[in-house]
């Protein structure tokens, strides 16, 4: 008996007027599993994450969420987006504990998960500063922690690094792979830099451009950590570069 995908886009459609974006596309992903979803600039991996999400609906098809049609009121998922997100009049501990709250989650939880959280992200020490006090990237690692603390069955980041340096981005996929283990979420991680993807996913899924299909699922067996001088690295990049290079 096969299990059930936590995720299953069913023959998804998308047309906005005469455009038509998405494609008949059609892929699972297992409850737990890493994926980026890669592609040209353009080609339409934002759009399939609003679908998902409910903020568009599809022109035909279908997104299941554990057998049923996806619905962010009936689901635990959380979304990152590429601009930090923060609310700028709370501080870093009231961020983290917002959507908890909102959730009516029990108070000695909230805080429980909130220590956890700050303590994991390195922001215990900063936790009474206000957003606008601290660095880009450490506003990104409270949008990050604060998604992580639902302990969400589905999070979706949508290029969140896309403003940093290679530097800050390396340091916070590290932060994002530690959370996504600890707390066994499912990872949809949009993006359309290869080196990103191969250095974060269990699988990539390859768009191409509009109207998009999926070209290719690609697996990623490359143990964690990940170098990326590494051979075998190297060349799953260069085999991922090369499908989105050649049309």
Same mark, same amino acid.
């Not at 592609?39 to 998902?52: A, E, I, R, S, Y």
């Not at 969420?65 to 009936?74: E, F, L």
């Not at 899924?205 to 699922?217: E, F, N, R």
């Given at each position: 008996m096969t299990e059930q995908p936590k995720?299953?886009?069913q023959h998804l459609t998308k047309k906005f007027g005469d455009l038509l974006v998405l494609d008949d596309v059609s892929f699972d992903i297992k409850k737990g599993e890493f994926i980026c979803i890669v592609?040209?600039?353009?080609?339409?991996?934002?759009?399939?994450?609003?679908?998902?999400v409910k903020l568009i609906e599809p022109t035909s098809g279908q997104i299941l969420?554990?057998?049923?049609?996806?619905?962010?009121?009936?689901h635990n998922m959380s979304f990152v987006f590429q601009e930090p997100s923060t609310f700028p009049w709370l501080t870093v501990e009231e961020n983290i504990k917002f959507n908890m709250k909102i959730k009516k989650i029990g108070k000695q939880e909230v805080q429980k998960r909130t220590e956890h959280i700050l303590e994991?992200?390195?922001?215990?020490?900063?936790?009474?500063?206000? =957003?606008?006090?601290?660095?880009? !990237?450490? @506003?990104?690692?409270?949008?990050?922690? &604060?998604?992580?603390a639902m302990y969400p069955d589905l999070l979706l980041m949508d290029e969140p690094y896309g403003q940093m340096d290679i530097k800050l981005r390396y340091y916070l996929e590290d932060e994002v792979l530690k959370l996504w283990r600890e707390t066994e979420s499912t990872v949809?991680?949009?993006?359309?830099?290869?080196?990103?993807?191969?250095?974060?996913?269990?699988?990539?899924?390859?768009?191409?451009?509009? =109207?998009?299909?999926?070209?290719? !699922?690609? @697996?990623?067996?490359?143990?964690?950590? &990940?170098n990326v001088s590494d051979p075998e690295f190297v060349k799953l990049r260069e085999q991922i570069t090369d499908m989105i290079k050649w049309w």
């Open positions: 995720v299953s886009a592609g040209p600039t353009g080609c339409g991996k934002t759009t399939f994450l609003n679908l998902l969420i554990d057998g049923v049609p996806a619905d962010p009121r009936r994991m992200i390195g922001l215990s020490e900063q936790r009474d500063a206000y =957003p606008g006090q601290l660095s880009v !990237s450490a @506003e990104q690692r409270i949008v990050i922690g &604060r998604s992580f949809i991680f949009i993006t359309h830099n290869i080196e990103e993807a191969v250095y974060l996913s269990q699988r990539c899924l390859i768009m191409t451009t509009k =109207p998009t299909t999926i070209k290719a !699922s690609i @697996e990623n067996p490359l143990p964690y950590p &990940r």
